[in-house]
């Protein structure tokens, strides 16, 4: 028997975004909403319009580069919302509006300010107005999860007759437990006269950690859409993380009444670019994705595992694509195996120059290091992207100095808009001495929010890939760099953070930037 469609909403790069520092400029969206969309979300919320030009163009970016996933975006239950938000979507070759507006007592009474009435009345408005841009529109009752039963039948039915085709069911505040949402569902179905007429959506929220756990229970309840993000990333303690959504569905075939269309093997690729982008770590025990998901530490296990692998594992690793660890390319591999091997991560390059500049870099790295696995390859299109991010500041050279009971020092040449500048400076260790060294030059006045060296691969010839984020009057940005010298790598990433920062002054972070 042919099982139902368990719609897969990605909103990483919205209410992912809203994480405190998880900012993604224009292009980095594009690129994780191209990995979302190669892993076949079936729709990608690329952000919130209104928010801030930058937001609004980004969207609008996610909306002309994809092809086969449904884009999205966010309005408050308001006109200029909506219209910021259809006019982002413009160029989409499929369009969806989410709009919302809260529904509990104390969200309307504290926050809105508003009678029942009149909420009814402003979402029916919104929802009538998104459908003069697209036929696909979604409506969410924020903080559905501590919202009255009735009101929320009454919100429902309204909204699916003003025209919305998607009702999702925010726990805005992550405060209800797997059998109390699921009869939440359970009784919206049952209970709003023209339910048939749209499809049910969860949106769970972690404060609890119940995310997932909430999500899937709604689906044996009839929801066909679960709304997550990439490791779980969100607001406070985050979203449902698709990898276990997707997995638990996949898994469990044998209870579920609906399967997703996700491509699971693309897992792995999406999860680390998210991390990369966003300087969020996957923690080493995290399901499907962190280090240790698929490792078997004890021996009886070990044994286990080798007499018959079903003995202790439930899922395939390669099946979420962690066979990418194994060796890839190396020294003597060509152009085209490097292509077509990026091609299959993901990765579509814009020109012949742009494959030639990457191929370039990835034989000096082949160099100094000659087994290339995957998270290299990642890695080294970060760098690419790197070059290509629009520099005002470029590391022309650096020498450190450093020795036992003596203060490290760092020597850097710096080029600020084509001029050439020279600074020394002393500091507790090489990489704090080159920051120190590139503020001569610089002077940014940023704040150092997050300084992290993750080890790419095994192996002390191991890329390391640094991660820094700078924080400056409400902008956040998050630099990256990688190379098998992590002091390099650490100017890297705080110069291409100074180059983010300069080109995203307009842009704050919708955390700090009030909407
Ligand atoms: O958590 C929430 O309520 C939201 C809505 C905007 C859907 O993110
Ligand atoms: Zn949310």
Same mark, same amino acid.
């Given at each position: 028997m042919k099982k139902d469609k368990l719609i897969i909403f990605d909103t990483t790069l919205r209410d992912g975004e809203q994480s405190p520092g998880a900012s993604m400029n224009k292009d980095e969206k594009i690129r994780i909403a191209r990995a979302l969309e190669h892993m076949r979300v079936d729709v990608i919320e690329a952000g919130f319009p209104v928010a801030s030009r930058g937001d609004f163009e980004a969207v609008q970016a996610v909306a002309a580069a994809i092809e086969n996933s449904t884009v999205c975006g966010l309005a408050r239950a308001a006109e200029t919302d909506i219209d910021r938000a259809g006019e982002a979507l413009a160029k989409a070759k499929s369009a969806r509006i989410h709009t919302f507006i809260a529904t509990s007592p104390i969200h309307m009474q504290m926050k809105l300010r508003m009678q029942p009435e009149q909420v009814v009345e402003t979402a029916v408005n919104a929802i009538k107005r998104a459908r003069r841009y697209t036929d696909n529109v979604e409506f969410s009752p924020e903080d559905a999860g501590r919202s009255e039963l009735d009101f929320l039948c009454r919100v429902v039915e309204a909204a699916i007759n003003a025209g919305a085709t998607t009702i999702n069911i925010p726990d805005t505040v992550g405060y209800n437990l797997p059998i109390h949402y699921a009869e939440l569902i359970r009784q919206l179905i049952e209970k709003v006269p023209n339910s048939d007429k749209a499809i049910f959506s969860t949106h769970c929220h972690n404060d609890l950690g119940l995310a997932v756990a909430n999500s899937l229970a709604a689906v044996f309840s009839g929801a066909r859409q679960i709304e997550c993000t990439v490791n779980g990333l969100g607001e406070r303690a985050g979203n449902a993380a698709l990898e276990e959504i997707v997995m638990s569905v996949r898994t469990r075939q044998d209870v579920f009444p609906c399967d997703t269309g996700?491509?699971?093997?693309q897992i792995m690729t999406c999860s680390r670019l998210v991390s990369s982008i966003t300087g969020f770590a996957v923690q080493p025990n995290k399901a499907i994705v962190g280090a240790n998901a698929f490792a078997h530490e004890s021996g009886i296990h070990q044994d286990g595992v080798i007499k018959s692998r079903e003995t202790y594992e439930i899922m395939r690793a390669e099946d979420v694509?962690? !066979? !990418?660890?194994?060796l890839v390319l190396g020294k003597h591999s060509g152009r085209n195996a490097f292509r077509t091997r990026l091609e299959e991560l993901g990765f579509k390059f814009d020109s012949e120059e742009a494959l030639n500049d990457a191929f370039r870099r990835f034989k000096d790295l082949a160099d100094k290091k000659h087994e290339i696995y995957d998270e290299d390859l990642l890695a080294l299109i970060t760098e690419h992207d790197l070059e290509n991010e629009n520099e005002h500041f470029k590391l022309i050279s650096m020498k450190v100095g450093t020795e036992t009971g003596e203060t490290p020092t760092a020597k850097i040449i710096l080029s600020v808009d084509g001029q050439e500048h020279a600074s020394e400076a002393t500091g507790d260790g090489l990489v704090d001495a080159c920051f120190k060294a590139i503020e001569l030059s610089v002077? !940014?006045?940023?704040?150092?929010d997050l300084f992290s060296v993750n080890s790419i691969t095994g192996g002390t010839d191991a890329q390391g890939e640094v991660n820094v984020r700078l924080k400056k009057s409400g902008v956040v940005v998050n630099g990256q760099g990688a190379d098998t010298d992590i002091v390099i790598a650490s100017a890297h990433a705080y110069i291409n953070a100074l180059n983010k920062l300069y080109n995203a002054s307009e842009r704050k972070h919708p955390q700090l930037s009030a909407v």
């Open positions: 996700i491509d699971t093997t694509g962690w !066979s !990418s660890n194994r002077n !940014s006045e940023a704040a150092l």
